[in-house]
């Protein structure tokens, strides 16, 4: 039973364009989300993150949009560069029980 | 230099063998989480501990795998017997849990990429 859904396995973008990666969930219990980078061959790595009393948080390039009534979040890269290039997980959390979405594959090109 | 680290970061074994993977948390976290990486499913939880105290191990298979902290520095993960549909890559997460805060980050080590055959 797949709590968070991320339904894009990939996505491309032109180098200084925008990307929009997006994510569902389906618990309502849910009240931290976050966003993780991942690299081939490392772990993830944190990115940002939003709680469920906010509605955007920004950080540099990126910012975090949360729509609780419609249970979606996303994730816009701004502009898009290539070492943006990786893949994104999308995560959210009711404390500490920490739920993956299955990722997005992220390509900026040059 | 804090971080998570994992050993081994690559293991083959045959079908059958005992696996065992091992988690050192950063210094100071509470919280320990292992993960498992597969295409279909992303990254699937499957426990974690407070406290070296399980919390929640309901997305192992409980007939094969187990998972302890036998102390605040270690954290193991184990398979056996072994199956070729449990290769994957296997991350361990740790992070410090502070009720007086809402933040809940959690940092991941490399990885171990168990491959069954």
């Known amino acids: 039973d797949q709590q968070v859904k991320q339904n894009s396995p990939s996505l491309s973008v032109q180098e200084g364009r925008i990307s929009i990666l997006n994510c569902d969930y389906t618990n309502s219990m849910f009240d931290y989300f976050l966003w993780y980078k991942k690299y081939p061959a490392e772990g993830p790595t944190f990115l940002i993150s939003i709680s469920s009393i906010k509605d955007k948080n920004e950080d540099g390039r990126f910012t975090v949009f949360l729509n609780k009534s419609a249970k979606h979040l996303s994730l816009h890269i701004v502009p898009s560069q290539p070492g943006d290039s990786a893949v994104y997980f999308c995560?959210?959390?009711?404390?500490?029980?920490?739920?993956f979405g299955a990722g997005t594959r992220l390509t900026v090109k040059p | 230099d804090a971080r998570v680290t994992q050993t081994p970061r690559h293991k083959v074994t045959e079908m059958g063998q005992e696996v065992t993977m091992r988690c050192q948390p950063i210094?100071?976290?509470?919280?320990v989480f292992w993960y498992r990486q597969t295409m279909m499913q992303g990254l699937e939880l499957l426990a974690y501990?407070?406290?070296?105290?399980?919390?929640?191990d309901s997305g192992m298979p409980k007939d094969r795998f187990s998972a302890e902290m036998p102390d605040a520095t270690l954290a193991t993960l184990k398979i056996q017997p072994s199956e070729p549909r449990d290769s994957a890559v296997y991350f361990c997460?740790?992070?410090?849990?502070?009720?007086?805060?809402?933040?809940?980050?959690?940092?991941f080590g490399q990885g171990t990429r168990l491959t069954v055959v």
């Open positions: 501990f407070r406290n070296r105290a399980p919390l929640d």
């Open positions: 997460a740790s992070g410090l849990a502070n009720p007086l805060q809402g933040a809940n980050i959690a940092f």
């Open positions: 995560a959210a959390s009711e404390w500490w029980d920490m739920r």
């Open positions: 210094l100071g976290h509470n919280t």
